[in-house]
């Protein structure tokens, strides 16, 4: 099956689990959950709710306490930026930022690893 590159969710087999709810989730703050022992971030977007990669692919900071604006998100420990729709980073495009598939369930977020 070909995809685009930089465009890809990360395939899986694996269950949906709970990681918060939308109502926290619109309050303002991103998500931090581990699913499956792997370092999850949600954030809300203007078109919806994106689950990421924790942990920043280039110098492991903690994403979900970056700054999202519109679809781009800015790593707080050096300032590397993500595009949430592609996982594309704006600094090095060679890198990409892990994506997951995200379900809502009433208020509850559902993320897929």
Not at 22 to 41: I, K, N, S, Y
Not at 58 to 75: I, K, Q, R
Not at 87 to 107: F, M
Request: charged share 20%.
């Amino acid at each position: 099956m070909s995809t685009p590159d930089n465009a890809r969710l990360i395939a899986s087999s694996g269950n949906f689990q709970r990681v918060g709810s939308v109502t926290a989730l619109r309050g303002g703050e991103p998500v931090a959950a581990v699913v499956d022992g792997q370092a999850v971030a949600v954030f809300a977007v203007e078109d919806g709710v994106i689950a990421t990669a924790g942990i920043c692919p280039h110098a492991d900071g903690p994403l979900h306490e970056g700054e999202v604006e519109g679809h781009l998100l800015t790593c707080p420990w050096h300032g590397w930026q993500f595009d949430l729709q592609t996982g594309v980073c704006e600094d090095d495009p060679c890198i990409n930022l892990a994506r997951y598939e995200v379900r809502i369930d009433g208020d509850d977020i559902l993320v897929r690893i």
